[in-house]
Nanobody, 124 residues
């Protein structure tokens, strides 16, 4: 049974930082590219960041570039999202996702597995 479990969400003031973690089980983690998506109330789920299986490639949405960093530790089956200089518009539920395709993918529908999400709220 595949499980992706996010942690590290919470409430933070604008300008602050949070680090999300996603622990994967039931998959050969080192063979999967991993992604982070987010969904704000009334909006569609949107791409935030992705990382290849070897960490050699990363991609970011323009809205988070320079502020967020995605990384992974294959020995711990964990992917991270370090979020700095947070803004109120970053408020959303953040989802961890996994896909078995060897290249980074940017569309939610291309991902095979999803976590339940972690709430991130940024106050102004």
């Amino acid at each position: 049974q595949v499980q992706l479990v996010e942690s590290g969400g919470g409430l933070v003031q604008a300008g602050g930082s949070l680090r999300l973690s996603c622990l994967a089980s039931g998959i050969t983690f080192s063979s999967y590219a991993m992604g982070w998506f987010r969904q704000a109330p009334g909006k569609e789920r949107e791409f935030v960041a992705a990382i290849s299986w070897s960490s050699s490639n990363t991609r970011y949405a323009d809205s988070v570039k320079g502020r967020f960093t995605i990384s992974r530790d294959n020995a711990k089956n964990t992917v991270y999202l370090q979020m700095n200089s947070l803004k109120p518009e970053d408020t959303a539920v953040y989802y961890c996702s996994a896909n078995a395709y060897p290249r980074i993918l940017l569309r939610a529908k291309d991902y095979d597995y999803w976590g339940r999400g972690a709430q991130v709220t940024v106050s102004s």
